[in-house]
């Protein structure tokens, strides 16, 4: 069974329309961290929430760590073609080490 | 950008040959990890290091094997190599932290045939 559950898979959108995805555990974490990646490249990581409830902007992306710390949520204002990738929800695992378990991504494509 | 290089960032191999993938890193990161991903798997943790000559086994270790010799080297050995091992592999860096936030390389994608 998948620890963090992304949705939704996939999402095909148009230039200019507004976006949610989310990423759903039953567990409670200290932290959770978004990931993109771009075809043919590694992850990069977009944003580390701490906080239940905790906010945090980048551009035109909006960051949500869920009040119990079980889930979060990513939206995206207006998108635009750059934003295109596959956004992951990541957190640590016990046991040290600083292991990350992954969701399985949402793929979004925004076209012109 | 972290500085993490990884080699060779394509390569096709035929099952039962061993291969060896490479990842370097300039920041002196104390942990590293290799991860593979597959469509409908995400990322998942072959093995990590925390440091020179430490190393663990993470979710999908068999048939993998690693080697850190030096800070910045992480290497990852199929001994015999499967189609099922057929993949595109990613090393990731981290220092200590609370977050755990990580960095990763460019990735290479492995073919066995």
């Known amino acids: 069974t998948q620890l963090l559950e992304q949705s939704p898979q996939f999402l095909s959108i148009q230039e200019g329309e507004n976006l949610t995805v989310y990423c759903n555990s039953s567990s409670v974490f200290s932290s959770l961290q978004w990931y993109r990646q771009e075809p043919g490249e590694g992850p990069v990581l977009l944003v580390t929430v701490v906080t239940g409830g905790e906010v945090k902007k980048l551009k035109r992306l909006t960051f949500q760590f869920g009040d119990a710390r079980k889930d979060s949520s990513l939206h995206i204002t207006a998108a635009q073609p750059g934003d295109t990738g596959l956004y992951l929800c990541a957190v640590i695992l016990t046991g040290g080490g600083n292991k990350l378990t992954f969701g399985t991504g949402t793929q979004l494509k925004v076209e012109l | 950008d972290a500085g993490i290089t990884q080699s060779p960032r394509h390569k096709v191999t035929e099952t039962g040959t061993p291969v060896t993938l490479r990842c370097h890193q300039t920041e002196n990161h104390r942990y590293m990890y290799w991860y593979r991903q597959d469509p409908g798997h995400g990322l998942r943790l072959i093995h990590y290091?925390?440091?020179?000559?430490?190393?663990d086994k993470g979710e999908v270790s068999d048939g993998y094997s690693v080697s850190r010799s030096k800070t910045e080297d992480f290497l990852l050995t199929l001994e015999s190599a499967t189609s099922s091992q057929t993949s595109v592999y990613f090393c990731a860096i981290s220092e200590l932290s609370t977050s755990g936030e990580q960095y990763f390389g460019p990735g290479t994608r492995l073919t066995v045939t």
């Open positions: 290091s925390y440091g020179v000559k430490d190393t």
